[in-house]
């Protein structure tokens, strides 16, 4: 496929069979379809090659093994595609660079150069271009006129004339030159050759596309990131003794061990220990969740603290992660298809040349002037309107706009990111590690009456820094830092509710409320309104106390970016809708949401639900963008008409995304959009340029008036033009300075 009309003529064609749903994507190149039984993938890959394009069963990645022996992947045939389009560009650049030189500079015009660009220009134009001619023949044979046509009509009447003009005409005597004027005149058209207009053409739009198939050729890493989170290799217990085997060798009903900082091999549920997980890549929350007997767990997930005997209940394709991946993948399929512009503005443009074409050769005989003249002005239009910029237009702003991002931590995918960008008016944002940081930390100490602040955190902090648990890590890190630490004796964890042992020669303990009231050292009414409030605000508490006695009790939340509320603020500047999403719950997300400026909330969702808010705000006529950071965002990304993570997320959630944040300033999304639409905006100016140029000559060529060397003069300025005006966005400043 050239363009997205190409996976519109598929869908078409696929969706006439009975009971056949089809869904084609242009930027992914695959194919989801729905069929009846009857209906085998032969008939539906017959389908696709009635059409004039050809088609192979795609084989997730789950499935393939390294030893596998089936087709290539989505990914080695993007290489392989991009390899192709690299090595056309540097032979026709090589050939291309001497037939521009010599026709342009008359210094270089040797006796018998004419012939010589014919040697170096006739493998340009027939292999280089030949992607194009394809392209253009598969159109016309649809009635469809994309860039690919003009660029072929254009590069062909070019070469062609000049073969004329070579052999029957006067071109090819020994000594022809092509002097340097740029003034209006009727010339002998049998004396003038093009060479260097279709060796020029066909090799600055080839740049233009190698730069543009360079950027897309990610398409599968979202699903290849998610299924690198799971775990590799597994401790399997069998017959009482464990063995270490691959996870493809698990199986339902297997008992394996779980040591603490080791991935969940798959889903299960615990059948010994207890322990904390930090499940921050499934529901993006970072409160780890406390499991015990009996507990459902689920794979790639991280075991923070306890040792644990798990019993499979999902492998492979079954499991929890598997089923993110396929969302991701459904997500993909049916993304929003984004014509480019420029194929767009050549299905108008393509039928006006031709029709100036066929109104001048008519003219011309009508006015009574010979088939060779009329011939002559019909073919400089055809020559004319190829402009070669077009190519240029959008992959020079790509790259200068791509390249100021970079310095800025914004990283563009390709060209269709910027075409849905410009649209936007909806921001959802994920809670956890986008608006607040994603770790906890402590935001309060709160001691009893009479209580000195600083030691009730240093005799807590000495207790938890013994502890794994990631809350006990976060007042650890603090009393070391506010209130320094002691050492600790007969240090005890007491699974799922906190830790005790002797401080400075205090019997002490840190925990929960009902942990306290075991040690018969109940909260005070005080104390007890002060984390009742803590809680409904979605805080975590921990109590502390010694000797018998309750002494305070210490907050540990998830905290808010310091940039957050400046980030949404500019967001409403720009005329966006902010919206926070999360799997947090209401009251939590509430306060959240009210410390940085947002409006409207969406709580309690889970990976699966986040990708219907998403589909449910577009269907609401709403152009949606995501910033997310976790595994549990990924299919949400992948669904949103722009997805952009933050680059101190998962792998899997930058792979899904079409934008992404290296750093977790969520400023960043708000210069992301600015960026983008300024790209969107010179690319939009190169387009209208690129041609105005080119249509501006063509009544001079439809006049007769065109010398090669005005031409040649056309395709350079126009050229020039798009790449300073590219240029330009190198000017684009940060909003953080």
Known sequence: MTCASCASRIERKLNKLDGVTATVNYATERASVAAPAAVDAATLIAEVEKAGYSAQVHVAEPERTRESQGPASGADAADAEVTSLRNRLIVSAVLSAPVVAMAMIPALQFTYWQWASLALAAPVVVWGAWPFHRAAWIN??????????????????????????????TAGMPGMRHPFELTL??????????????????????????????SKRQAGAALRSLLE???????????????????????????????????????GIVVSGASAVDVSMITGESVP???????????????????????????????????????????????????????????????????????????WLIAGFPVAAALTA???????????????????????????????????????????????DTVVLDKTGTVTTGRMALVGVIPAKGEDRSEVLRIAGTLEHASEHPIARAIANAAAREAGLAQPEGFVAVPGKGVHGVVDGHAAVVGSQ???????????????????????????VVAVAWDGAARGILIVADTVKPTSADAVSRMKGLGLTPILLTGDNEAVARHIAAEVGIDEVIAGVLPKDKVDVVARLQQSGKTVAMVGDGVNDAPALAKADLGIAMGTGTDAAIAASDLTLVGGDLRGAVDAIRLSRATLGTIKSNLFWAFAYNTAAVPIAALGLLNPMLAGAAMALSSVFVVGNSLRLRAFRSIAG
């Open 514 to 540: 009902s942990l306290l009231e075991e040690w018969a050292a109940p909260l005070t009414p005080e104390l007890a309104e002060k984390l009742d409030r803590a809680e409904r605000d979605g805080r975590t």
């Open 378 to 424: 019909a073919v400089a239009v055809l020559v004319v309107a190829c402009p070669c910029a077009l190519g240029l237009a959008t992959p020079t702003a790509l790259m200068v706009g791509t390249g100021r991002g970079a310095p800025l931590g914004i990283l563009i995918k390709g060209p269709e990111v910027l075409e849905s960008t410009h649209k936007v």
């Open 289 to 363: 969740v406390e499991v015990g007997v009996g507990d459902a767990v689920t794979g790639a997930t991280v075991n923070a603290s306890g040792r644990l005997v798990v019993r499979a209940t999902r492998v492979g394709a079954d499991t929890q992660l598997a089923q993110m991946a396929k969302l991701v993948e459904d997500a993909q399929a049916g993304k929003a298809q984004v014509q480019r512009l420029a194929d767009r503005i050549s299905g108008i443009f393509v039928p006006i040349v031709l029709g100036v074409a066929v109104v001048t050769l008519t003219g």
């Open 140 to 169: 016309l044979r649809h009635g469809a006129a994309t860039m690919d046509t003009l660029v072929s009509i254009g590069t062909i009447a070019a070469f062609l004339w000049s073969l004329y003009a070579l052999f029957l005409g």
């Open 229 to 267: 989170l799971g775990a590799k290799d597994v401790t399997v217990l069998r017959d009482g003794r464990e063995t270490i085997v691959p996870i493809g060798e698990l199986r339902v009903a297997d008992e394996f061990v779980v040591r603490p900082g080791e991935k969940i091999a798959t889903d």
């Open 185 to 214: 005149q009727r010339t002998d058209g049998t004396g003038n050759i093009y060479l260097e207009v279709a060796a020029g053409v066909t090799t600055f739009i080839l740049a233009g596309r190698y730069f543009e198939k360079r």
